[in-house]
């Protein structure tokens, strides 16, 4: 191991440390039990379903917002 690179071993689950894994539940609804006809139409399903989260703003923070997010980030967009 280089000089000054410390491994810290995280839990095998810890969603609070990568917020967006919270996510991937919302993006599933999409694709879940569906058939595709190709990869381009998932890739169209998955890019309709991540627009309609991204307007959803609120939605999303109370998933990936925990007590050691700064305030001051992202505050303006709802």
């Known amino acids: 191991m ?7 071993a ?3 689950y810890s969603p ?4 967006a894994e ?3 539940p919302l993006v ?4 879940a039990n569906r058939d595709f006809r190709d990869l381009d139409e998932l890739i169209q399903v998955v890019s309709d379903r991540c ?5 959803d703003r609120r939605r999303l923070r109370k ?3 925990y007590w050691w997010w700064p305030d001051d ?3 303006s967009a709802d």
């Open 73 to 75: 980030v992202d505050s």
């Open 63 to 65: 998933l990936t917002r």
């Open 22 to 24: 919270r996510i991937w």
């Open 2 to 8: 280089p000089e000054g690179i410390h491994l810290i």
């Open 51 to 55: 627009n309609e989260l991204d307007s």
């Open 28 to 31: 599933h609804e999409a694709t």
């Open 16 to 19: 609070e440390l990568q917020p």
């Open 10 to 12: 995280l839990p095998p």
